[in-house]
């Protein structure tokens, strides 16, 4: 959806949600609407200014996700999941440090499902 795709793109860029807003001279939380798929339908006009504000085609912007089978859906999640990591700057050495955490989880559910 476009408001997940000027997210991603806004994060990869290191602009707030302020910023972005300010620069593009639209309200915060519109903005907010729109990447969170509250408003689904922004203008032209306003998706201009985003994609100008972000230097990106507007193409970009309004691409949509690939249709997939549920477990399709899944890998794909995790595959951006992991891209999202990625551009904010984890590095693959990092997620050791998570390894704790993860072991818990694990444990967490297991037990849960008993």
Do not use: C, T
């Amino acid at each position: 959806m476009i408001g997940n795709n000027i997210h991603n793109i806004r994060k990869s860029k290191g602009l707030s949600l302020s910023g972005l807003a300010k620069k593009a001279n639209i309200s915060k939380s519109y903005l907010s609407n729109i990447e969170r798929n509250v408003n689904k339908n922004p203008s032209i006009q306003m998706i201009n200014k985003i994609a100008s504000v972000l230097d990106v085609e507007i193409n970009a912007l309004l691409k949509q996700e690939p249709s997939l089978e549920p477990s399709q859906r899944l890998e794909y999640e995790w595959i951006q999941f992991v891209n999202e990591l990625k551009e904010s700057g984890v590095q693959k050495d990092q997620l050791q440090e998570y390894k704790g955490l993860i072991e818990f989880i694990k444990w967490r559910n297991h037990y849960r499902k008993e």
